[in-house]
Structures are given as structure tokens and as C-alpha cells.
């Protein structure tokens, strides 16, 4: 397994976390609440978790093709939902080996 974390400094990120878990809770299995979240995409699980300063997500994926994939979907939404702050892309850290399923 991989894990990859991004995260990026707004005062909106509960709204986001609750945007996004909203949004894909028609598609797929979600839970959250104001500051954590999980959604259980295909290529592998998000964790969100927003503080009043961040947002942040931590992706695993079988491969980094997953993580590639996941970055794209949480990117291109949060593009979407955060266009008010010029939102292009969370900061993404290095991809990192993990022996923990996600």
C-alpha cells in the first residue's frame, strides 16, 4: 500500500471536508462529520480532516497510480467547490510505502 497526505491552509475547511463528502455520498461510501471524513472510492480511501486553519487528506492506493488518481478526483473537486480562494491544488507530500491496509 501507498499513502500520500496534502493538505493546504484555509479558513473554509470544514465546508470543503462537507462539500466533498456530500458529493461523493451519492456515489460511494462516505462518513463525516465537521472535521473528519472517509470516502471509499474505487482506487482506494481519502481521509479528510479539517482544523479552523486546514484541510487535509491523506490518500492510500495499491499502487501510485491510485494516489495519482485519487490527487486528480480531490483536486479537480476542491478546485470546483473553492474557486473564491483560487484554488488550483492541495500541497501534496512524497508518496510513502505502508504495510497498514487502509
Not at 11 to 40: M, W
Amino acid at each position: 500500500m501507498y499513502k500520500q497526505l496534502g493538505q493546504r491552509a484555509t479558513p473554509n475547511a470544514s465546508k470543503y471536508l462537507q462539500q466533498l463528502c456530500k458529493h461523493f455520498g451519492h456515489k460511494v461510501d462516505v462518513t463525516f462529520d465537521e472535521t473528519q471524513g472517509r470516502i471509499c472510492f474505487p482506487f482506494g480511501p481519502v481521509h479528510l480532516s479539517a482544523t479552523d486553519t486546514t484541510l487535509q487528506a491523506d490518500v492510500i492506493g495499491e499502487d501510485e497510480d491510485s494516489l495519482s488518481r485519487a490527487r486528480q478526483v480531490i483536486d479537480s473537486h476542491l478546485e470546483r467547490f473553492a474557486f473564491r480562494e483560487d484554488f488550483s491544488a492541495l500541497d501534496w507530500g512524497p508518496a510513502t510505502k505502508s504495510d497498514q491496509p487502509g
